[in-house]
């Protein structure tokens, strides 16, 4: 009876090793560059329903092509009209990095960072280090799953 119950076990944790290895692989291949106009620097109040009232802005750069997330100290920038460089991963389409034709260094986004590489070099880190133990570590890794199923849902939408 275990031997039944340990295989979907198995084919599961190896499902959520495979999937933390693709986002890193569409993180790590070099994607597909275009150039492109920017045509502005869109600026948006996210607001904290909570009692302190919080808020912060996000900002994303509009182009001919594609949108997507910058940081604030890049948005500060006078960008519009300028033309851009930039990287789409070839799996999920998403934007790696971009830099203006004059820069030197490209600007990634923080969060791209995190959702591509960071958690998914974790749980992959996590998911071996738990195979090599002989304790059961479910509850770690049932908040790994839930990690990386959140941010597979953020990068697929």
Same mark, same amino acid.
């Given at each position: 009876?275990?031997?039944? *119950?340990?295989?979907?076990?198995?084919?599961?944790?190896?499902?959520?090793? $495979?999937?933390?290895? $693709?986002?890193?692989?569409?993180?790590?291949?070099?994607?597909?560059?275009?150039?492109?106009?920017?045509?502005?620097?869109?600026?948006?109040?996210?607001?904290?329903?909570?009692?302190?009232?919080?808020?912060?802005?996000?900002?994303?750069?509009?182009?001919?092509?594609?949108?997507?997330?910058?940081?604030?100290?890049?948005?500060?920038?006078?960008?519009?009209?300028?033309?851009?460089?930039?990287?789409?991963?070839? *799996?999920?389409?998403?934007?790696?990095?971009?830099?203006?034709?004059?820069?030197?260094?490209?600007?990634?986004?923080?969060?791209?960072?995190?959702?591509?590489?960071?958690?998914? $070099?974790?749980?992959?880190?996590?998911?071996?280090?738990?195979?090599?133990?002989?304790?059961?570590?479910?509850?770690?890794?049932?908040?790994?799953?839930?990690?990386?199923?959140?941010?597979?849902?953020?990068?697929?939408?």
């Amino acid at each position: 009876m275990r031997a039944i *119950i340990a295989k979907p076990r198995f084919f599961f944790d190896v499902f959520v090793y $495979l999937l933390s290895v $693709l986002i890193l692989i569409d993180f790590g291949l070099p994607g597909h560059r275009s150039k492109d106009l920017i045509l502005e620097v869109q600026r948006k109040r996210q607001e904290h329903y909570n009692p302190s009232g919080n808020f912060h802005y996000s900002y994303k750069i509009v182009a001919t092509k594609c949108s997507f997330s910058v940081g604030r100290s890049i948005a500060k920038k006078k960008l519009v009209d300028e033309t851009m460089e930039y990287s789409v991963s070839p *799996i999920f389409k998403e934007v790696n990095w971009f830099r203006l034709i004059n820069w030197r260094h490209r600007s990634y986004y923080s969060l791209r960072i995190i959702s591509g590489l960071i958690l998914p $070099l974790l749980s992959t880190l996590a998911f071996y280090l738990i195979s090599l133990q002989q304790q059961k570590f479910e509850v770690l890794k049932f908040v790994i799953v839930v990690l990386l199923s959140s941010n597979f849902f953020y990068i697929l939408f």
